[in-house]
């Protein structure tokens, strides 16, 4: 069955400190991989994804993500942490059935701290 | 602002109880997910509808039904609440019937469900 581990509840970072939130998946196939952040009663916004070719993702507000199919792993950086970065970060692997399933992560919080 | 609208944005009722939650996705978007958010089961896929007919199904229950109109809206319809089913519904849109590179699920505020 497919899953994501995200093994981090909550992360602090000071402002201006580099961030890595760590996601791994189990999948039986090439996953589709997604990272989403959710601002305190905002809906979901998509920061980057993986469908295939270069494992080394940019997305946006600065954020990139690296796909490692050896350890299963897609993991979340960024080399500057804004103190509006602070918000709920969630991974997510899904796949094409004739529709689209997606499945999440718990979700890591990020504090910024100044 | 993704334009997916959500309403209501909040609602309270009680248990035992039958509402309705209404979606309507971007402009252009055939595509419509269900989400479920809870502090125990955390961010779920309950079902999705492509040009009114439904393409993916999740973990949504019997008591769950939803359906997307000809003008592309849609509603989730819970039936029988239960206090467990309090939570923050999304909906999101999407161009597409599956996921590509091109393609993205963008995401409504939600719809806060209490039930009392």
């Known amino acids: 069955a497919q899953s994501v581990t995200q093994p981090d509840i909550h992360i602090t970072v000071s402002e201006g400190a580099s961030l890595e939130l760590r996601c791994n998946y189990s999948?039986?196939?090439?996953?589709?991989l997604f990272w989403y952040v959710q601002s305190p009663g905002q809906g979901l916004q998509l920061l980057l994804k993986?469908?295939?070719?270069?494992?080394l993702v940019q997305g946006i507000k600065g954020f990139e993500a690296e796909f490692k199919r050896s350890q299963s792993s897609f993991n979340l950086r960024k080399p500057s942490v804004h103190w509006s970065d602070a918000a709920e970060y969630f991974c997510?692997?899904?796949?094409?059935?004739?529709?689209?399933?997606?499945?999440f992560g718990a979700g890591t919080r990020l504090f910024v701290k100044a | 602002d993704s334009g997916v609208t959500q309403t209501p944005k909040h609602l309270i009722t009680a248990t035992g109880q039958r509402v309705t939650l209404r979606c309507s996705p971007r402009s252009g978007d055939l595509s419509v997910y269900w989400y479920q958010q809870s502090l125990d089961q955390g961010l779920q896929f309950l079902i999705q509808y492509y040009n009114g007919e439904e393409r993916a199904k999740g973990n949504i229950l019997e008591r769950f039904s939803a359906q997307q109109f000809p003008d592309l809206h849609s509603e989730l319809n819970l039936s029988s609440l239960e206090l467990g089913d309090s939570a923050l519904y999304f909906c999101?849109?999407?161009?597409?019937?599956?996921?590509?590179?091109?393609?993205?699920?963008?995401f409504g505020p939600g719809t806060r469900l209490t039930v009392l």
């Open positions: 993986y469908f295939s070719g270069d494992t």
């Open positions: 997510a692997v899904g796949r094409n059935t004739g529709g689209f399933k997606t499945i």
């Open positions: 999101a849109s999407s161009a597409d019937p599956g996921q590509g590179p091109g393609d993205t699920q963008y």
């Open positions: 999948y039986g196939a090439t996953p589709y």
